[in-house]
């Protein structure tokens, strides 16, 4: 049974934590947002489509992510904004992804409807462009079986799920959430792998996203 | 005093530790504050209580607060109103009181810290002291719109710090050094933000004669024109046509101020005799502010001009539903039609107020969410924890540090 494989290498967990950066751009129009969302690091882009879910992570009622909600609530754009907020993040597996997708939707949309390109934010209501500092630190707890696995994982905070789940795949570009990945190849377990691999973190709380993983692994093991 | 101990059935365990965790990784290190005044004022009110957690958590921490005249204050209190993008008269003899200041508290103070942490204006030239250490520049105030003049002149000491820090996005312009968000925080445990039984809550507002029989919409703000206390009685007035409800714009003015006494006046006559409008001018007392917030059915906080707006922040905190308006650090703390409603203008105010008296569910669930907010951005615990990455940052370059 796999639950009673021991890996070779155990699972180290690690947290994150985050600190905003500014940079000092702005955007008052579509076009502008357009030409910086182009230009802009990387980390701008994870944290605009990202810090939301940090900084709400106790509820099921998700607020859009930054670009969704400018669009929709300060542009007065809502159907561009429903395309941002719909745009499926999970499939996604680096930040470069994410971007191009952004911009597609944006461009399309500015071609379909040409009066987009007439709408601007109020003084003071431009989009300010913030990057996202990561500092990524071990806790000091690994696991070598599923079992472990589990009762480490249910003590652990919703930073280091978020950490394992979505930073370490699209920041640090592991293809996969690191917790699929090892269950996977350390332990063997595909089946339980893509179970937690299908899970989407952007529709849900993270200590809904937790309990969800929890109950998989629980299932398993009993 | 609170301990950090006291803070884990507010905020987690979780949260707690990661302050120790941090802490660790900057043992060593000397951490010296620096502003100008040692009580009044939120800076002062923050590092009051930040300091002493610092210490308890092993972070060797001072505070120290530059001299000054009577002139250098009123110098400051002009670049301080410039700086909002007010009108101001500043003359060359007063960039002159200002630099003969620093100079000479650049001469009495020491600045040998590790890492020498700068609130505010006042006391920005003591960066020319810098020498090998680490110097961060954290700016409270809106400065969005400021005076060319005087942000020119800060702009001869800016760069050469290490790191500024500003409270929301709209505050940060391209700056030739790392710039960083950091919002300022309220206490959950102070006087003013802990939980009081439904007692004291009617003993403030019998105290003032505010009766509880009708909704009550309340502005804690002190009387300046920038809180627009005439715009929020004008909502108030639209919103009466349809709903029976109470006011109360309850706050503080300086005595030597003479604006607020006229803009208090301003408010006193336009009220005039309508008994449903409680204006109450308080001295300092937090416990009955948290009284006035947690026995009113709304909030409101109608401001033309905000640097964070700590006094929403605190009605979230409550669990209350708030209106106001979208500017400063508003926006970063209400989401509209998530935790809370943002307005524009007197008629938006009079709307969303509308909408929250009509719909107490809805204003329930807003305030629920706004709650969590504050929980998870806007306390103390978090505050500590991003001026440790803050610090941490200064040795780290890159977006991505391993700790």
């Known amino acids: 049974m796999p639950e009673l494989k021991k890996a070779a290498a155990p699972f180290v967990f690690f947290s994150r934590l985050n600190l905003p950066e500014l940079t000092g751009l702005k955007a008052a129009t579509l076009f502008q947002l357009l030409d910086l969302l182009k230009k802009v690091p990387g980390s701008c882009i ?7 879910l940090q900084q709400h992570d106790a509820f099921v009622s998700e607020p859009l992510n930054d670009f969704a909600y400018w669009v929709s609530f300060v542009l007065g754009d809502a159907m ?104 996977r190849f350390s332990l063997g377990d595909s089946e339980t792998a893509e179970k937690i691999s299908r899970l989407d973190p952007y529709t849900q709380s993270l200590e809904g996203l937790k309990n969800s993983i929890v109950s998989i692994l629980r299932e398993r093991i009993s | 005093m609170s301990e950090l101990k006291d803070y884990v059935p507010v905020v987690g365990q979780a949260v707690v530790d990661d302050l120790r965790l941090l802490a660790e990784r900057l043992r060593g290190k000397r951490v010296q504050h620096i502003n100008s005044t ?13 300091v002493p957690l610092l210490k308890e958590i092993g972070v060797d921490t001072r505070w120290d607060v530059i001299k000054g ?43 040998g810290s590790d890492i020498v942490f700068i609130h505010d204006p006042q006391p920005i030239m ?44 709209s505050f940060s312009r391209r700056l030739p050094l790392r ?50 206390p005439l715009g929020v009685i004008e909502a108030y007035r639209l919103v009466r046509k349809h ?34 409008i409680h204006i109450l001018l308080m001295k300092q007392n937090d416990i009955e502010i948290n009284a006035l917030q947690r026995g009113s059915t709304v909030i409101l ?51 969303a107020l509308k909408q929250l008296l009509g719909n107490p569910d809805y204003a329930a669930e807003l305030g629920a969410n706004g709650r969590q907010h504050v929980r998870n951005n806007f306390l103390l615990t978090t505050h500590l924890r991003n001026y440790l990455l803050l610090f941490l940052s200064l040795y780290n370059n890159g977006d991505i540090v391993r700790i």
């Open chain 1, 46 to 52: 994870y944290h605009h489509t990202h810090s939301f």
């Open chain 1, 80 to 183: 561009l904004g429903e395309k941002l907020a719909g745009i499926d993040t999970v499939q996604f597996s680096s930040v470069h992804q994410i971007r191009e997708a952004i911009v597609s939707v944006i461009e399309a949309h500015l071609k379909e409807s040409p009066l987009a390109r007439l709408r601007f934010s109020g003084e003071g209501e431009e989009f300010h462009f913030v990057k996202s500092v990561s500092f990524i630190y071990p806790i000091n707890r690994q696991a070598y079986t599923l079992a472990e696995f589990l009762e480490i994982l249910k003590l652990v905070s919703v930073d280091c799920i978020y950490f394992h789940f979505i930073e370490a795949k699209l920041r640090l570009e592991h293809n996969d959430n690191d917790f699929s990945s090892w269950i």
């Open chain 2, 38 to 50: 040692a009580v009044g004022g939120g800076v002062a009110e923050i590092l009051s209580r930040m």
């Open chain 2, 69 to 111: 005249g009577e002139q250098f204050f009123e110098v400051t209190k002009k670049f301080h109103n410039a700086l909002h993008g007010r009108p101001e008269e500043i003359s060359s003899a007063d960039f002159e009181i200002f630099r003969e200041n620093g100079r000479k508290n650049a001469r009495e103070m020491d600045t």
């Open chain 2, 126 to 169: 003591l960066v020319e002291k810098k020498s090998g250490n680490k110097w961060i520049w954290r700016c409270h105030i809106d400065v969005s719109n400021p005076s060319r003049r005087v942000w020119d002149f800060l702009m001869d000491f800016i760069p050469r710090y290490d790191s500024a820090v500003f409270s929301a996005p």
């Open chain 2, 179 to 228: 710039q960083f968000l950091i919002s300022p925080s309220i206490d959950p445990l102070s006087d003013k933000n802990r939980e009081l039984p439904e007692e004291t809550i009617n003993q403030v507002l019998d105290k003032y004669a505010i009766p509880r029989n009708k909704p009550i919409i309340t502005q804690i703000s002190r009387f300046d024109r920038l809180k627009d």
């Open chain 2, 243 to 276: 709903k029976d409800c109470r006011l109360v714009l309850a706050g503080g003015t300086a005595s030597d101020d003479p604006e607020g006494l006229a803009v208090l006046e301003e408010v006193k006559e336009m009220a005039r005799d309508d008994p449903d």
């Open chain 2, 301 to 351: 906080q109608k401001s033309l001009k905000e640097g964070f707006g700590l006094t929403v922040t605190e009605a979230l905190w409550k669990g209350k539903p708030v209106v106001a308006s979208g500017v400063g650090g508003i926006p970063l703390q209400i989401k509209h039609r998530y935790s809370g409603l943002l307005c524009h203008s007197v008629d938006g105010a009079a709307f």
